[in-house]
């Protein structure tokens, strides 16, 4: 599956009205699109940070919805968005495991690794951390996101609620920290959303 993220920050007492628009005139326009797999919105409310993620069946879809969306974009978040940036990947692991709840929690680990070594970071994970992921209590879903030319990944571990991301801390952190030594891999950030919508179909 192939993956747009579109992550925007803001002034935190507008943040609904952007929320909103995704979700509304947002969907409907995504929905419209063919090879249109599914949809995410994520919230950090107290800082101000929207995550909006869109699944596609191909890479082609992906750029094809994009031709679109961009004509829409700016006007959907505002007067929110202060800051935009969009990224395409590749989902190479995704793992379901039970539904997602609105109000549940999203954590995200930024990361890079040589280009080289991207086959070596996909079975790391593969075969090292989603095994411990998965026995996490409350785990909904965990994905693994690369750039394989630009060296750059995304693993995002979503829970049913935040209660259970909270718990969760120490032992993801373990599984972090073994995957960076067995791959080589660098986390350069960690964030924490709340979630507002997460439905993907993968049928």
Same mark, same amino acid.
């Given at each position: /599956?192939? %993956?747009?993220?579109?992550?925007?920050?803001?002034?935190?007492? =507008?943040?609904?009205?952007?929320?909103?628009?995704?979700?509304?005139?947002?969907?409907?326009?995504?929905?419209?699109?063919?090879?249109?797999?599914?949809?995410?919105?994520?919230?950090?409310?107290?800082?101000?940070?929207?995550?909006? &993620?869109?699944?596609?069946?191909?890479?082609?879809?992906?750029?094809?919805?994009?031709? &679109? /969306?961009?004509?829409?974009?700016?006007?959907?978040?505002?007067?929110?968005?202060?800051?935009?940036? %969009?990224?395409?990947?590749?989902? %190479?692991?995704?793992?379901?495991?039970? %539904?997602?709840? /609105?109000?549940?929690?999203?954590?995200?680990?930024?990361?890079?690794?040589?280009?080289?070594?991207?086959?070596?970071?996909?079975?790391?994970?593969?075969?090292?951390?989603?095994?411990?992921?998965?026995?996490?209590?409350?785990?909904?879903?965990?994905?693994?996101?690369?750039?394989?030319?630009?060296?750059?990944?995304?693993?995002?571990?979503?829970?049913?609620?935040?209660?259970? /991301?909270?718990?969760?801390?120490?032992?993801?952190?373990?599984?972090?920290?073994?995957?960076?030594? =067995?791959?080589?891999?660098?986390?350069?950030?960690?964030?924490?959303?709340?979630?507002?919508?997460?439905?993907?179909?993968?049928?």
């Amino acid at each position: /599956m192939f %993956v747009r993220t579109v992550y925007v920050t803001g002034d935190p007492a =507008k943040i609904d009205t952007a929320v909103r628009a995704l979700n509304t005139e947002g969907r409907e326009l995504l929905e419209e699109r063919p090879g249109y797999l599914g949809a995410g919105v994520f919230t950090d409310h107290e800082l101000g940070k929207l995550l909006a &993620v869109s699944w596609w069946a191909s890479e082609q879809a992906r750029g094809n919805s994009d031709t &679109v /969306m961009r004509q829409h974009r700016q006007a959907l978040l505002e007067p929110f968005a202060g800051t935009l940036a %969009v990224e395409n990947m590749e989902s %190479v692991v995704h793992r379901s495991l039970r %539904v997602p709840r /609105m109000g549940g929690g999203l954590r995200v680990s930024r990361v890079e690794f040589d280009p080289a070594d991207a086959a070596l970071f996909e079975e790391t994970f593969r075969s090292t951390v989603l095994p411990r992921l998965e026995t996490l209590p409350g785990l909904a879903r965990a994905a693994l996101l690369v750039d394989r030319e630009r060296g750059l990944g995304r693993v995002g571990t979503l829970f049913v609620d935040r209660a259970s /991301m909270a718990a969760s801390r120490a032992a993801q952190a373990a599984a972090r920290h073994e995957a960076a030594a =067995k791959a080589g891999v660098r986390v350069v950030s960690l964030e924490e959303f709340e979630v507002v919508h997460a439905d993907v179909h993968l049928g």
